[in-house]
């Protein structure tokens, strides 16, 4: 089967750097990606790695490592409003090319 | 542009009814998809489009079925509503289906069958 296992909760302070981890166990990886959702919100893209390495975007990056089925997604200077959940999903051959979710990661920051 | 429009935001069934979500999209993309949201779980796949005139199951496909109106409208249909589908329904869309195109989401329907 297929499976993807990441923290339920982080917790972390204003101004500081949180790292939220994603491992899975796919055939046929493809790709992970990031999402965040606000309560009562809409998931949103952040990013997505392919490759192994790390793909900055603003105070967001993300970090994929193939070969050892493990990814995560970094968050530096962290502001109040990044309180929210965070999904990783990952794309394979045997979920047709589908994104197969993650449970989350809910984020608390502490003043 | 507004994007993905989801309707109705919030529904309360009584177990057996039947009921249609709606789903449009204005950003001219080929995929479509509905998922749910249940606590402590991420998403899971309904149904989805890959394009306009083509319908495949996800992984939760049992008790739902799905429209592809047209390019732009994607419905699901509760034909029987259970207690079990009580969830957040999420439709989205994306530029193609087999590449990551990232996802673009409506805003939710948060459904309760009594």
């Known amino acids: 089967g297929q499976s993807l296992e990441q923290p339920s909760e982080v917790t972390a302070v204003e101004g500081a750097i949180v790292q939220i981890n994603c491992t899975y166990q796919t055939s046929g990886f493809y790709g992970l990606s990031w999402y965040q959702q606000h309560d009562g919100g809409a998931p949103t893209f952040l990013s997505y790695n392919a490759l192994d390495g790390l793909e900055e975007t603003g105070r967001f990056s993300s970090f994929l490592s193939r070969s050892d089925s493990y990814g995560y997604l970094l968050l530096q200077e962290l502001q109040m409003k990044d309180s929210a959940s965070y999904f990783c999903a990952v794309r394979t051959m045997d979920s047709n090319y589908q994104l197969i979710w993650g449970a989350g990661t809910k984020l608390i920051i502490k003043p | 542009n507004a994007g993905v429009t989801q309707t109705p935001k919030f529904q309360v069934l009584k177990t057996g009814q039947s009921m249609t979500l709606q789903c449009a999209q204005d950003?001219?993309?080929?995929?479509m998809y509905w998922y749910r949201q249940d606590p402590g779980m991420g998403l899971r796949l309904i149904y989805y489009?890959?394009?306009?005139?083509?319908?495949d199951k996800g992984e939760v496909p049992n008790g739902y079925n799905v429209s592809r109106l047209n390019k732009r409208e994607f419905s699901l249909r509760l034909e029987s509503a259970a207690p079990s589908q009580t969830s957040v329904y999420f439709c989205?869309?994306?530029?193609?289906?087999?590449?990551?195109?990232?996802?673009?989401f409506g805003s939710g329907t948060q459904l309760s069958v009594l």
């Open positions: 950003m001219n993309h080929n995929s």
């Open positions: 989205a869309s994306s530029e193609k289906g087999n590449s990551n195109e990232k996802l673009f």
């Open positions: 489009s890959a394009s306009e005139g083509t319908t």
